[in-house]
């Protein structure tokens, strides 16, 4: 059963930094793009960051534009989130899912309002920012 596999979440400080790792399991991330998602109590899930399966092209939420970067480095076969200046509302189990946009697709962004459209998911990491 192929499915994603989420690291590096835990309790941060405001203001503090964490990196998430997103590793594929049973296939190779090379032709899919990537989203991250985050869900939060009480809220709906928030799609806030994504790759084109090149690496190359990213698109972000304006709720963490400037604060998080995504990265996708294909020989490691594994996609990072790197969280800086984090805020108590960044508190959220975080998922990432994989898409394949189609032959023509590698340099296009994954849709972050669509989550229906991701062909695999992970289980997520929680992130717990807090003083």
């Known amino acids: 059963q192929f499915h994603l596999v989420e690291s590096g979440g835990g309790l941060v400080e405001p203001g503090g930094s964490l990196r998430l790792s997103c590793v594929p399991s049973g296939f190779t991330l090379e032709y899919y793009a990537i989203g991250w998602f985050r869900h939060a109590p009480g809220k709906e899930r928030e799609g806030i960051a994504g790759?084109?399966?090149?690496?190359?092209?990213?698109n972000y939420a304006d709720s963490v534009r400037g604060r998080f970067t995504i990265s996708k480095d294909n020989a490691k076969n594994t996609v990072y989130l790197q969280m800086n200046s984090l805020k108590p509302e960044d508190t959220a189990i975080y998922s990432c899912?994989?898409?394949?946009?189609?032959?023509?697709?590698?340099?296009?962004?994954?849709?972050?309002?669509?989550?229906?459209?991701?062909?695999?998911w992970g289980q997520g990491a929680q992130v717990f920012v807090s003083s």
């Open positions: 899912a994989a898409v394949v946009l189609g032959p023509t697709g590698e340099n296009r962004t994954p849709p972050l309002d669509l989550p229906g459209a991701y062909d695999y």
């Open positions: 790759i084109s399966s090149s690496g190359w092209i990213t």
